[in-house]
Every structure is written in C-alpha cells, then in structure tokens.
C-alpha cells in the first residue's frame, strides 16, 4: 500500500538554527499538508499546498515557516529561525484528488519528525 | 467546520466490542463524516468514512441515523493493540484541512 514518508524521524537543533523536514507524499497525490502536534496536544493544521502553491494557512504559518515542492516527488517545510516552541511532531499528509462534490478526499499522513529546539 | 463532540477517554476489555459515538448536530449538507486513529507518535491513520446508514470495511463499522446528527464507530473485539486515540471529523472538502479535535483516547484492558 502506497504511503507518505518523512525524513528525519528526530530532528534536534538549536534555538536560532533553520530546519528542513522532508516529505515524499504518495505519487499520484495533488494535495499536500503540513500539520503539528505539540506533545500531548491536538494535531494542529499549519499549511496546505496544491498545484505548486500555498492554498491555505494557520496563524501559526508566520513567516518563519515555508514550504516548497523542488521536485516531483519531495514536499519541504523550512523553518527559518526555530524557537523553543517549535518542539513538536510534524506531520505531512496528501490527498489525491480534486474534490467535485461527491466525496470528500481521505488524507494520509506520514509517520511524523520530531523536531527538538534547544 | 461542524463541530463534534466526542467522549475524552474509553476503557475497554479485550475482546469486547466498543462503540464511540460522536455528535455533529450542526452537520452540513455535504459534510462526510470521517474517523482517524493515531498512536502514541504516529501519524493520524483514516479508519473509515460515511455519509449516512452504515459502513463497514475491515477495520470497522460507522452507523449514521437518518438524522446525521451522531454517529458511532464500532470496533469488533478490541485487542490491545487497538488502544490509541480516535477522532471524529466532519467536512466537505477533500482539499480541505483537517480539523482535530481531542478525540477519544480508547484505553484497551487485558
């Protein structure tokens, strides 16, 4: 069964430092997320993306975050300056189809990167 | 966004068969009704989706009254490894986000 992957697991950085986390979602899939879950807190929505532009964001996407499709497989979310609150497990999902109506479109996440600021 | 609410937590034994029932009272038109099931640091995994009636796949079963103001997922004979967090979504959109709430954390007992 096909599914989304994301590289690293764990990501440990200091405060200040830029951080890429990667995303290969399911190849015929069009839509792509980014989502956060702080420990022990909701999954949290921060970015979609579709047809090589941002569709929606969260007030959390502020402008030290931003994503990027570089080629036809890969979905990064760059996190220019990480704090402290940015510790969190970061989520990439995709869908696959444009939605008409009929059925509204499963998400598939992938297994998640633990991103640790210190 | 229709809201839902969702009991926080379950205990189940193993074996037995549990039923988690979600109220959507202002539920749309076009709204689907979707659950997801997340483990301890993993990824929300979709379990099943509906729009009315009933639905079952391998997973599980999701009953929807003709109302659609509710609905339950039923998970046949529970094992241990079905404990995890379940949640219950409603929407429209396929490109939409997905809005989470706290879900139901279902404690399964030997």
């Known amino acids: 069964e096909p599914e989304v992957t994301q590289t690293p697991s764990h990501q440990v950085t200091q405060m200040g430092q830029e951080v890429i986390l990667r995303c290969v979602p399911i190849?015929?899939?069009?839509?792509f997320y980014w989502y956060r879950q702080i420990l022990g807190q909701k999954v949290e929505f921060l970015v979609s993306f579709y047809n090589n532009e941002i569709s929606e964001k969260s007030e959390i996407f502020d402008d030290q975050f931003s994503v990027e499709r570089p080629d036809g497989s890969n979905f990064t979310l760059k996190i220019r300056s990480t704090k402290l609150e940015d510790s969190a497990m970061y989520f990439c999902a995709s869908s696959a189809i444009v939605w008409s109506g009929g059925s509204t479109d499963t998400q598939y996440f992938g297994p998640g990167t633990r991103l640790t600021v210190l | 966004l229709a809201k839902t609410t969702q009991p926080i937590s379950m205990d189940s034994y193993e074996g037995q068969e549990v039923n988690i029932t979600c109220s959507h009272n202002n539920i749309a038109t076009n709204d689907y009704i979707t659950w997801y099931q997340q483990f301890p640091s993993q990824g929300p995994r979709f379990i099943i989706q509906g729009y009315k009636t009933k639905v079952t796949n391998e997973v599980a079963s999701l009953f929807i009254p003709a109302d659609r103001k509710s609905s339950t997922l039923s998970l046949p004979r529970v094992s241990l490894s079905d404990t995890a967090v379940y949640y219950c979504?409603?929407?429209?959109?396929?490109?939409?986000?997905?809005?989470f709430g706290i879900g139901t954390k279902l404690q399964v007992i030997p």
């Open positions: 979504l409603v929407g429209s959109g396929g490109y939409q986000k997905v809005t």
């Open positions: 190849s015929n899939h069009l839509y």
